[in-house]
Structures are given as C-alpha cells and as structure tokens.
C-alpha cells in the first residue's frame, strides 16, 4: 500500500513474480503476504524483494507456515510429516520458525510482533480437527457433510470406486489415473497437515502434549 499514490493498488494485481516485482525501490509504505510465500524456492529471495519494495520506516507483515522448534530433522517420522505437507501443498522447503525468522533479519528488518496461530484454540476445537474427520466438534450440517469426507475411510471408498470405475470401463485409464493421483496428492495434503498439527502418537516423548510440529506464524516486521 502506497499512501502517496493509491492508484498503485490496482496494479499489484498483475501477475507477477513475487520475486521480481515491477515496482521501483521504496515505492510501498505497507508490505503484506498472507501464506504466500511458503511456495518460493527461498524464503531469503522473496523477502529480499519486499524490503526492496518497502519504504525506510515502513512495516512488512507476513503470515507463514513453518515448523515448530519441535520438528527434529534426524527423526524420520517427523521428516515424513514435513515432506507430505511439501508434497501435498506445493512447499518447496518448508523452514522451521528459527530459520524463517533468521531470514526476516537477513535483510534488515527487525521483529516487534509474532505469534502461532496454530496454538489457539487447542482445547475447545482444534485447528487440524476438520482434517482429521472429527464430526463430533462440528454440529452444524454443512460442516459435518465436509468433515465427515474428510475421514480416512470416506477418501478410501473414493479411491476404491474410482479403481472400480477404471476397471468396468467406466473412467479410461488416462482419466482415472489422473484422478487417483489427485486423491493421493489431496491426501498427501490433508493427512499430512493433520498429523503436523495432531499431537505425536509414537513420537510423544518427542512431542509433549502442549507443543504441535506443524505451525502458522504471523509476523510484523519493520525496515530499519
């Protein structure tokens, strides 16, 4: 956002890539991204370009995904987390909130505000509760037909009737494995997120009950 000229708004727009933006130095008072830039190859890259961008003094916002202080990169099971959540979201390399944070101070900024989104709410309903099929938190009709396909056994039968239509002719091969696939890569995603979020089951002495390894961190940020 631009409070000297407004009209610049309209063209953040264009599509672009966030790591070459069309803007000249200096150009914005306020820099956002909203999960955004967990899809680049680097996080350094990208936020390189929105302190280029940002005004001295300006404030630059960004709400990320990482992973928890707790995610232990020798542990396989947290690996296969982490590489599921990369898999079935698009993430190139999803960093830990330390590595993210040593980015935003690479080029220059300094950090007055952060907080997990994904520890709020851990007690009434948690934020992985939809993924994991949990209808008994969701009483409402149109969230309870969501959730309940959300569960394991509902994506199975998907599956298996999408095999069974491949195989009577129903689906030619090429259509049906490209369905398959999209159903792997969704669960991929989904299950993935879940067990990020989800307390560790043969991982709790790694994981205590109060900590997750997967989290959603907001971040305010100010160029020196």
């Known amino acids: 956002m631009c409070k000297d ?3 610049i708004i309209s063209s953040i ?3 672009t890539a966030y790591q070459k933006m069309p803007f000249p130095d ?3 008072d306020f820099v956002y991204s909203q999960e955004a830039t967990v899809h680049a190859a680097e996080l350094r890259d990208v936020y390189v370009e929105m302190c280029r961008v940002l005004k001295p003094g300006g404030v630059m916002s960004v ?3 990482c992973m928890t202080d707790k995610f232990d990169p020798k542990n396989t099971e947290h690996l296969d987390v982490r590489r599921r959540i990369e898999r079935g979201d698009g993430i190139a390399n999803m960093k830990t909130v330390k590595e993210a944070i040593s980015e935003f101070e690479f ?3 300094d950090v007055f505000h952060m907080e997990d989104h994904a520890l709020k709410g851990l007690q009434s309903r948690p934020w992985w509760a939809p993924l994991d099929g949990d209808t008994s938190k969701f009483p409402d009709w149109s969230d309870w037909k969501m959730v309940f396909c959300l569960k394991p056994a509902v994506w199975k039968a998907w599956k298996a009737w999408v095999w069974f239509k ?5 689906y030619n091969k090429v259509d049906g ?3 398959l696939e999209a159903l792997n890569t969704q669960a991929q995603s989904v299950y993935g997120l879940r067990d990020g979020g989800k307390f560790g089951k ?3 002495p790694l994981l205590p009950i109060d900590t997750v390894a997967f989290g959603w961190v907001s971040s305010i940020l100010t160029a020196l």
Not at 166 to 170: A, D, E
């Open 107 to 109: 080029v220059g900024l």
């Open 202 to 204: 043969s991982t709790a």
């Open 26 to 28: 200096n150009t914005f």
């Open 63 to 65: 709400g990320e995904w």
């Open 5 to 7: 000229d407004p009209s």
């Open 166 to 170: 491949i195989k009577v002719g129903l």
């Open 177 to 179: 494995d490209s369905t």
């Open 13 to 15: 727009a264009a599509n």
